[in-house]
């Protein structure tokens, strides 16, 4: 359910303003890696892999790097395990995502012929791999529109308003319902670029913020400040 009522004008121009805010910031990470490699959904499945619960100045030179070296599944598995760990060591469980990029691989070459699959039934088949992910990959990977909802999407449409949901699977649910298609894949690397850069924590320094005026929050405020 949203707060607030958005027609397809509303959204347009709320796009527009996001792109114009968010011009000074790196593009996330997932993007970065596929501009890097067009027409390869296998490094953007291993930095989404790499990236769960770790900020992406830590993981993208290290997904770079694996990229380069392992660029299909194949070759990911000929790094053994305890070079693959000591590869992505600096990255918040890195044990646990080692044994889970093997895992993924195996399954790519025993299931999928080693090409990721572009479809949401087959990738979320494999184990690793949630939705999250697997909207991610579709999106970046594959230029196929699909709604990644990551803690940044989630939090951020439900300060503004926008949804009133209790995770992810909503969110993503709520704003196939308010969303036009064409702005399935750029929402989620606009609203990344706005959670790491100004609104990193919720509600926090609401009234400083050029989309203050998007927050209930701030409103909230606002409108208590005016009274006598």
């Known amino acids: 359910m949203s707060l607030k009522k958005y027609s397809e004008l509303d959204i347009d121009y ?6 114009f ?3 000074p910031f790196s ?11 067009p027409g390869n959904p296998f490094p953007v499945l291993v930095s989404c ?24 599944p194949e070759k990911l598995l000929q ?34 012929g080693g090409q990721v699959p572009g479809n949401l039934k087959d990738l979320l088949f494999i184990k690793g791999i949630g939705l999250k992910t697997a909207n991610l990959v579709l999106a970046e990977g594959f230029g196929i529109p699909a709604i990644c909802v990551d803690t940044h999407v989630h939090r951020i449409c439900n300060v503004w308003g926008m949804v009133q949901t209790e995770d992810p699977e909503q969110t993503e649910a709520e704003l196939r319902k308010i969303l036009p298609q064409k ?23 609401a009234q400083y913020c050029v989309l203050a005026d998007l927050c209930l ?10 009274k006598c």
């Open 14 to 19: 709320l796009v527009e303003r996001l792109r």
């Open 217 to 226: 929050q701030s409103l909230k405020k606002e409108a208590s400040s005016l």
């Open 183 to 205: 702005y399935w894949i750029e929402w989620n690397r606009l609203l990344v670029m706005v959670g790491q850069n100004l609104c990193k924590k919720k509600f926090e320094c």
């Open 79 to 112: 790094i053994s395990l305890p070079e693959l760990e000591a590869m992505i060591c600096s990255i918040n469980y890195y044990k646990t995502k080692a044994r889970s990029l093997h895992v993924v691989s195996h399954t790519l070459i025993e299931r999928f």
């Open 49 to 72: 892999l790499l990236s769960l619960q770790a900020q992406d100045k830590v993981t993208l030179p290290i997904a770079q790097k694996l990229s380069v070296l392992a660029p299909t």
């Open 27 to 37: 593009i996330p990470m997932s993007v970065q890696i596929a501009q890097q490699y």
């Open 21 to 23: 805010v968010t011009q």
